[in-house]
């Protein structure tokens, strides 16, 4: 029988051929599984795809799936930061910078609203008894609302008002914030700077860094755009392969990715100041990206050590984000333009985390391993949290606040747009 088998074996043997393997496989099926799931989570309970996205990759993380290693290196990493730096890019190329010329008080809002949050939640960990060189950090992670996870509510509901653009806006203005002292910190993590020009030095060096590389890419498109429609298929291609390349070039070179397509995009909009959408083509691919960084985030967050007293800890630091958000937001609303109510719900809206702040915990963890896994003890369970409510929490913001077009409630049992068509 042996005998027989090795036969058999030998023969398939000269038919196989080398291909990608097996892990190729299993992540295909497992982003199929993603999209499928999102969108029976949208039809059957109103809620955002990502929700879906995240609840796979939560399951693949506890089930032991063997996906990116943490902290996140090579490949995973790279596949991140690129799906971060297209949402970034866009949101960059999104923010109006004239409008705060003429409505000083969103940029008041923006910097009381992060600074509090930062104050609010180191002080609270610290009251806990936690570390300051562990607070800090863990305490300009939740800084960041993640623009990709309001980007993605806001297709999903069809959302167009003041809430989600001031929400977006602050979210971009307040992840710039975080990605440039985030990754200035965490080379700081095991030394104590003794003056304010060591502290400052390493700021500089990551903004300068990626400002420059931000600089180029946005330089480069301008030029394309000059002699290419916005709609080709080759600007799309185009406009991918630089924000790949940028994103490439300065992560190497020792800035953030995340932060130069994000001034990438602020000063594209600056030098090309006519109205652009994002072509249709890269509108697919980076909608595959966007998919592939929610389940990865939730992945790698489900991998971390969950007990009781880590999880009484990130209810506390989630509540304490929460209320301070919504307060920064709403002392700074007198003279904003916006209502009270408006106000409440943009706060609201400002509680999802997702990427941008799985990428700032990597780089503690990198920079430290002993510190960066007590402070991602605390982190990759709020992350997780955080990307489900945070996007519940999202919609019910814009839904409360009149600003979707598509109805609350899940319409499984109406006609589809796809039994329509």
């Known amino acids: 029988m042996n005998a027989f088998l090795n036969d058999l074996l030998g023969f398939w043997s000269e038919w196989v051929r080398p291909s990608a393997g097996f892990p190729t496989v299993v992540w295909s099926l497992l982003l199929a599984a993603a999209a499928a799931a999102g969108h029976l989570v949208q039809r059957y309970t109103g809620m955002p795809k990502l929700v879906g996205y995240t609840v796979v990759g939560t399951i693949a993380g ?11 290196q090579g490949t995973g990493l790279f596949l991140l930061e690129l799906g971060v730096a297209i949402v970034l890019f866009e949101a960059g190329g999104r923010l109006p910078l004239r409008w705060f010329r003429y409505n000083p008080m969103v940029l008041v809002q923006s910097i009381l609203e992060a600074t509090l949050t930062y104050f609010a939640v180191f002080w609270t960990l610290s009251w806990l008894g936690m570390a300051d060189v562990v607070a800090g950090p863990l305490a300009l992670i939740a800084v960041v609302a993640s623009p990709a996870v309001l980007s ?3 297709l999903d509901a069809s959302a167009t008002g003041p809430v989600i653009e001031r929400a977006l806006a602050l979210a971009t203005l307040n992840t710039l914030y975080a990605l440039t002292l985030g990754y200035a910190h965490a080379g700081m993590l095991e030394r ?10 390493p700021v500089a060096v990551v903004l300068g860094l990626s400002f420059v590389v ?7 498109l301008r030029s394309a755009l000059r002699v290419m429609s916005p709609s080709s298929e080759n600007t799309s291609i185009l406009l991918l392969a630089i924000i790949a390349a940028g994103a490439a070039v300065a992560a190497h070179l020792g800035g953030s990715a995340a932060l130069a397509a994000l001034i990438g995009g602020v000063l594209l909009k600056q030098l090309n100041p006519k109205p652009w959408t994002w072509p249709r083509q890269l509108g697919t691919a980076s909608s595959l990206l966007t998919m592939l960084m929610f389940v990865l985030v939730s992945m790698v967050a489900a991998q971390a050590d969950w007990s009781l007293p ?8 989630l509540g304490v984000r929460l209320v301070a958000k919504v307060a920064g937001v709403a002392i700074a609303n007198p003279g904003s333009g916006a209502s009270w109510t408006q106000a409440l719900w943009l706060g609201v809206a400002m509680s999802p985390l997702s990427a941008v702040a ?4 990597s780089n503690f963890v990198t920079a430290s391993p002993l510190l960066g896994n007590m402070i991602t003890q605390i982190a990759l369970p709020a992350i997780l949290l955080m990307e489900v409510l945070g996007a519940v929490l999202a919609t019910v913001a814009i839904h409360a606040a009149g600003e979707s077009s598509q109805p609350w409630l899940a319409q499984a049992f109406s006609r589809s747009e796809e039994t329509t068509r």
């Open 62 to 72: 506890f089930s032991g799936f063997e996906g990116p290693m943490w902290p996140l």
């Open 152 to 154: 993605r509510v806001a």
């Open 192 to 201: 104590a700077p003794a003056t304010l020009m060591q502290k400052l030095y």
């Open 214 to 220: 931000g600089a180029l890419m946005a330089l480069a």
């Open 310 to 317: 880590v999880a009484s800890t990130v209810l506390i630091l």
């Open 358 to 361: 799985l990428l700032i915990a």
